[in-house]
């Protein structure tokens, strides 16, 4: 036994050691039917409605290749710079486990579909950092098992098991890191950047649903030390259960803390499986991988190679969308953002957000301004993900048509949209029952309007000889002088009429 | 009360019944065409038939009189509405054990699926009764088809109606003996190693391996996948003929199906029949033959031979050196593919569960059931699999075992370049008696030496009979073997060769099946 040692703070462990990272993401595919089957695969079915005798496993039943499935996977390893393979096989991973059918998963082993690729991240300071790609493979899910009675959900102490093979048989892509060496001190954001770009990118192509909360996209994150300098890999350990993108990085983050402290105290590391709990942000030993699991694969007679033609290959890659980077880009100039903007825009998780508020009808920076600044902290303060928050880019876009048109100063967008966030229904909605709106004190802004028709003598004399136009300036020094909160259209009004126009 | 009878035939002494099921399926074809005979007259005759020498043979494991009756009823009504659905429609046959049916019992012959109605019929089963063919029952065989004598299926064994103390081959013992035995006029096999050749050559009957491919696998019990083949047992080369038209072909649910016509076999039986093999290149593999093979089996093959040439044929002899080695690389492939597929069996959605008390994990009741189910042949293969197919072994065996096969299936191309069909004995020795080898797994499977090849190259492969071993009285068969998908050359050739041969026996082979006991 490895006595029990401290975990080693962060910036001590960065002096001693380079953390390697292995990252092994499962897809499931958002294709209508299974993977070998006809089978449907919405989530939250009634259990077993989904099934047929393939994905059951019945007795004499065979598989039949989803041709869509291959072609998402294709799809997936362009999009991810990889080479796709000229002919491949599925393989059996042979091992008894009640949740599945076969007791043999049909997957792909020494021979997947697309290999050798990598994938840029964007850093949270802008920076991009290239993780490669060693191979991205098809498989087959599991069914789900649902222990009944005894502590909640663990199998120890349950009364009995109940089985749901409704999962059983939907495509799944597990797309595989190369040993990511380098990150140092980056390392578990670079996890968590890698998570994030992936995610991303696969929602583009609208190939999954990547809900990392239902488990259509799920990560488990190898990681192993090496002494500063060292060549020479240390053993890893695998965490699974790492149910958000955040989870990734504090669970990379804690299995190198406590690698170091075990490594340190003079310990070895146990290669094994550990689960990441959550609430304490910490990992526990799962299955100990003493003796090395033999899965026995070998090619799945019951199916033919894939060879895809290079013609194949080409339609596939025509059909591949707008990839986030090349996104990116263009939302940097279409919307003339600097650097830091387009930072800050990525880093909020609001690209997509505002993009969906500008097809609404908003100005890109109003929409920028509200999902950037105002929305991310009312998110923050919930402790969500910003497009977890009860608002939609129409409403957003919907508020800010509201402002432009004099019906709402800034001040008062912020409470009905804090309206909406409560669930009091729609923009106007909020306005109607809420009554808001402008109250026009007409008293306070003449003397307002005044005052800047005194400080700027000149444009009040050209207002007055017939340029209207020159009440702009007029117009912004009031709307800066109360803070906004003024309508700028009365303000306007106001000025021209104070100018005898 | 108990009298005896020959086979079917006319001195069967129950004269109506022995008429009918005396007939071969292209007779009985024409009669119900002809409306000489309802499909249920000749269904009746064929269930008094079962019902009479079932206790002497145990042919079948399950027969649905009800649901053949049926069948036969609207085979009928569909001929006199003028719609009938094929040339055997209304033609009653018998199917291994070992495809789903979803109105019988699959049992595999195993403890294991005792009981078990699957929800679905195989895409065989579908076809058959599209064409209106009437299903009989399920035949018994070695379980989950593994065995070379039916002795290892768990509900005993079937007795071969030539010698009731002797085994009908196996696994598809059952299809076979319920020919031999007047039992069924067709029946379908499945040939994972040998398993329809051979017990045709030991019950003097037919029987075909189509290639790899040509028949839909879709509700085929697995046992080794890439080997594993349905095909059709008659007792003629035509009636065998008419059946794999029915049942071969393209099938979307069988991803190793093959996408390409069905070979013209109906038609190229009936140009053999003919009897001119002139222009038709055979080839006698050397390396199947001389030592270790039976006098009478050698005897049997060279008049064959002698024939074939009187027939035109020419014939050369032909070397395929890495036959030597198919019997080894066989058995690292079937066990392991077996270990694979048998794993489904574990107690959780369907079959036996055993141990299930609530006191135990599911892991432990998938071991007790799987120890309580699989019968000591079905363990072995599971455990030689199992360890072939392991890290560090698997190079060494399975790996070395595909090799094998590759090199086989260049021998057959490169024969194939010389010579339009290969021929050999179809084993090397006549049905041994029950319980004789039972101990002796290594001789068992001797009895599948010559016709794994084919298996492991997915060639077509026919067994028709050569006549009876003149030390023993029991039948030999000739193997035929064509290139994948040349399955007309092996009709046209074991067509022309069993004209020949009746013509020189005096009679047709099958009808000197000793008389059985009936019940
Ligand atoms: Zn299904």
Known sequence: MTAVAEIMDYDELLERFDPVLGLEVHVELSTATKMFCGCATDFGAEPNTQVCPVCLGMPGALPVVNGTAVESAIRIGLALNCRVAEWCRFARKNYFYPDMPKNFQTSQYDEPIVFDGYLDVVLDDGETFRVEIERAHMEEDTGKSMHVGGAAGRIHGAEHTLMDYNRAGVPLIEIVTKPIVGAGERAPEVARAYVTALRDLLRSMRVSDVRMDQGSLRCDANVSLSPKGSAEFGTRTETKNVNSLRSVERAVRYEMRRHAGVLTAGGTIVQETRHFDESTASTSAGRPKETAEDYRYFPEPDLVPIAPSNEWIEQLRETLPELPWERRKRVQQDWQLSDEELRDLVNAGALDLVAATVDAGASPAEARSWWVAYLSQQANTQGVELEALAITPEQVARVIELVSEGKLTHKLARQVVDGVLAGKGDPDEVVATEGIEVVSDDSALQAAVDEALAAQPDVADKIRGGKVQAAGAVVGAVMKATQGQADAKRVRELVLAACGQ | ?519
């Open chain 2, 1 to 519: 009360m108990t009298s005896t009878a020959s086979g079917g035939g006319p001195s069967d002494g129950r004269t109506d019944t022995a008429a009918l099921t005396g007939l071969t399926a292209a007779e009985l074809a024409a009669k119900l065409a002809a409306g000489e005979v309802s499909s249920v007259e000749v269904t009746r005759a064929y269930l008094d038939r079962i019902a009479a020498v079932e206790p002497a043979v145990h042919a079948f494991l399950h027969v649905d009189e009800e649901g053949a009756l049926a069948a036969a009823r609207r085979a009928d009504e569909d001929r006199a509405a003028g719609r009938a659905s094929s040339e055997l429609a209304g033609v009653p046959l018998a199917l291994k054990d070992v495809l789903t049916t979803s109105d019988m019992p699959t049992t595999c012959g195993s403890k294991m699926l005792e009981g078990w109605t699957p929800p679905y019929d195989a895409t065989v089963t579908r076809r058959l009764r599209e064409a209106g063919v009437v299903l009989l029952g399920k035949t018994n065989m070695d379980e989950f088809a593994m065995g070379s004598s039916t002795e290892n299926s768990a509900y005993g064994p079937t007795r071969n109606p030539w010698d009731t103390e002797r085994i009908p081959g196996g696994s598809g013992g059952g299809s076979s003996a319920a020919l031999a035995a007047f039992e069924a006029p067709l029946a379908i096999g499945t040939d994972t190693g040998g398993s329809i050749r051979q017990p045709g050559a030991v019950t003097g009957t037919v029987g075909v391996k189509p290639t790899y491919g040509g028949v839909s696998r879709h509700g085929l019990v697995a046992f080794s996948s890439s080997l594993d083949q349905a095909g059709p047992c008659g007792r003629t080369v035509l009636d065998a003929a008419l059946l794999h038209e029915v049942i071969a072909g393209h099938d979307p649910l069988d991803s190793t199906s093959v996408d390409a016509p069905v070979p013209q076999v109906v038609a190229a039986a009936r140009e053999g029949a003919a009897g001119d093999l002139r222009g038709v290149r055979v080839g006698v593999v050397r390396e199947l033959g001389g030592e270790g093979y039976q006098e009478g089996v050698q005897r049997s093959f060279r008049a064959a031979v002698d024939q074939l040439t009187a027939l035109g044929a020419e014939v050369v002899e032909v070397s395929c050196p890495h036959f030597d080695y198919g019997l080894g690389a066989y058995y690292l492939i079937a066990p392991s593919e077996c270990s694979s597929n048998l794993a489904r069996f574990d107690a959780m959605r369907y079959g036996l569960r055993v141990g299930d008390d609530g006191s135990r994990s599911a892991e432990e009741v998938m071991s007790l059931t799987r120890e309580a189910g699989f019968g000591p042949e079905v363990k072995r293969r599971i455990m030689l699999g199992t360890y072939a197919l392991s890290s560090g072994y698997y190079d060494a065996y399975y790996g070395q075992a595909q090799k094998v096969r590759t090199l086989i299936t260049r021998d057959f191309t490169a024969a194939f370049e010389q010579v339009d069909v290969l021929v050999s004995p179809t084993t090397p020795t006549t049905a041994f008696r029950i319980g004789e080898r039972v101990e002796n797994p290594m001789e068992m499977y001797l009895a599948d030496l010559c016709t794994i090849p084919s298996n492991l190259a997915g060639n077509a492969s026919m067994s028709v009979p050569s006549g009876l071993s003149d030390e023993d009285g029991l039948p030999v068969g000739l193997q035929i073997m064509a290139p994948p998908m040349a399955d007309d050359r092996l009709y046209r050739v074991g067509a022309a060769y069993e004209a020949a041969r009746d013509a020189a026996q005096g009679g047709a082979l099958i009808d000197r099946v000793p008389q059985l006991e009936v019940a």
